[in-house]
């Protein structure tokens, strides 16, 4: 029977479906060959189907009563993320179905799903039927939001609740470029001014909120932007990729890529392998295929669209040049001791391993953009300078080893190809952003996006005025 007791709540890994045995041998292939197809047929959807007792291998169905419950998030408390869960313990009154040896149980609910809200209750003593898979059957939550407000107990069995609800409310999106995911909001933008753009912004949260693209002084950029950040909060390495391949690469005055990367790029524990899925499976990338002939080759616009122009195409704190602008300066208290017990805790737990698809995957895309003559310039973000001396070197579980080797791996590879270069600006939190320039541990808030944009601008002029490598 699986050890449902884990060390900790973070470590996930591939779930799998087992066989229903039959009598016979040809009724035993039939089983298989269905049992192979419902588990294809579950990856592919978005919000999978309430679970039904006979296609649980090791999942529970449990009747419970709530013992205790985090705070409930709101859409607005998790941005720029769109996916949070909420963790609440239980007492287990009865099992509908599967095997459980443990009396209390800690479970992982769906409080927000693609930036819409649901409705979790809090109630304590309230009992509820839940159809759960144990925490380590659920790659799907590798890099969500995850609060938890309770005291952790490594002998209490962790769940994931096994249905994705549907939210009560969505974020609106502009018709025709849903993409199922945090790219969506900057879509309707980017392709009405991609005749335009010489320069891209990649990257995931860090990059979305930390490179201000508006701030460039370039080709009168701050009137009418060339510039433009394409980097989305939880976005990983393969769905970066495809955008690059899809979007920017075909973009008829591209010169320059800045690509932001860190551990979490490479870390297989924080991958979700959903999200590309997800990504070409979309009403929007539908409607691309749809009108291939007509979206591309782009043509070079006659008059350039100015940052005024676009302002109806926004749908949230995103710019006109892509970038999140955080409405507060910082989620944490304004004195860093204060701050420091939280930082302390969020910070408190590794898992990373380094994938070296996920990285040899990066390096065939800055090898092809280098044979396309598209600088680029590879560049980490600082992580709140605490994260220096904590046992996690940021949020998502990365260890000071794995920085400092992603590092050393991105500095060979600039070294190697004729036009990337790259720079440190994170140096495992010994850098020179204070506290003051964090929203929260891992990301910058306005001022400090705005300093690091100035460093990224000065950087490139020395690149392009010095030999490259030196």
Not at 162 to 176: F, H, I, M, V, Y
Not at 217 to 232: H, I
Not at 413 to 423: M, N, Q, Y
Request: charged share 20%.
């Amino acid at each position: 029977m699986t050890n449902y007791r884990k060390m900790h709540r973070h470590t996930v890994s591939d779930a799998r479906l087992g066989p229903l045995w039959l009598g016979t041998r040809e009724s035993k292939f039939l089983a298989a060959s269905l049992v192979a197809c419902v588990a294809f047929m579950l990856s592919q959807c978005r919000k999978p189907s309430p679970p039904q007792a006979s296609t649980l291998k090791e999942g529970l169905i449990v009747k419970a009563v709530r013992t205790a419950a985090s705070k409930n998030l709101s859409p607005a408390d998790i941005l720029p993320y769109h996916d949070a869960l909420v963790w609440q313990e239980y007492t287990v009154i009865k099992v509908l179905h599967g095997k459980l040896d443990a009396k209390n149980i800690r479970v992982a609910h769906w409080v927000v799903v693609d930036g819409g809200t649901l409705k979790v209750s809090q109630k304590i003593g309230g009992t509820a039927t839940l159809a759960l898979l144990p925490l380590d059957e659920t790659p799907n939550i590798r890099g969500v939001r995850q609060v938890d407000d309770l005291d952790f107990d490594a002998d209490t069995p962790c769940f994931v609740v096994r249905e994705k609800p549907t939210p009560l409310s969505k974020p609106p999106t502009t018709s025709g470029y849903d993409y199922m995911g945090r790219i969506s909001a900057k879509a309707p933008i980017f392709w009405s001014i991609r005749g335009q753009l010489q320069w891209i912004v990649m990257g995931n949260s860090h990059a979305d909120s930390g490179i201000d693209a508006g701030w460039f002084p370039l080709d009168g950029n701050r009137e009418c932007p060339v510039v433009f950040n394409l980097a989305c909060a939880g976005a990983p390495t393969p769905l970066q990729c495809t955008i690059l391949r899809e979007w920017v690469i075909p973009l008829p005055n591209l010169s320059t890529v800045i690509w932001q990367v860190d551990a979490r790029s490479f870390n297989l524990q924080k991958h979700n392998p959903n999200e590309v899925m997800n990504f070409l499976k979309s009403p929007g990338h539908k409607r691309e295929e749809k009108n291939k002939a007509a979206l591309w080759p782009v043509p070079t616009p006659a008059k350039r669209t100015s940052a005024q122009e676009l302002v109806p195409l926004i749908t949230d704190a995103h710019d006109a040049w892509g970038v999140w602008h955080y409405k507060i300066p910082s989620r944490m208290p304004s004195d860093p001791a204060t701050a420091l017990p939280e930082l302390s805790k969020e910070m408190s737990v590794t898992d990373f391993i380094f994938d070296e698809a996920l990285w040899n995957e990066f390096v065939s895309m800055v090898e092809e953009l280098n044979q396309r003559q598209v600088r680029v310039f590879l560049v980490t973000t600082p992580i709140h300078p605490a994260s220096h001396n904590l046992p996690a070197a940021d949020r998502d579980g990365s260890t000071h080893e794995g920085m400092i080797m992603t590092a050393k791996k991105l500095d060979a590879l600039a070294t190697r190809l004729p036009v990337t270069w790259f720079h440190d600006f994170n140096r495992d939190g010994s850098h020179d952003h204070p506290h003051a320039h964090f929203y929260d541990g891992d990301h910058l808030n306005n001022a400090g996006s705005l300093q690091l944009t100035q460093e990224i601008w000065q950087w490139i002029n020395t690149c392009q005025s010095s030999e490259h490598g030196q």
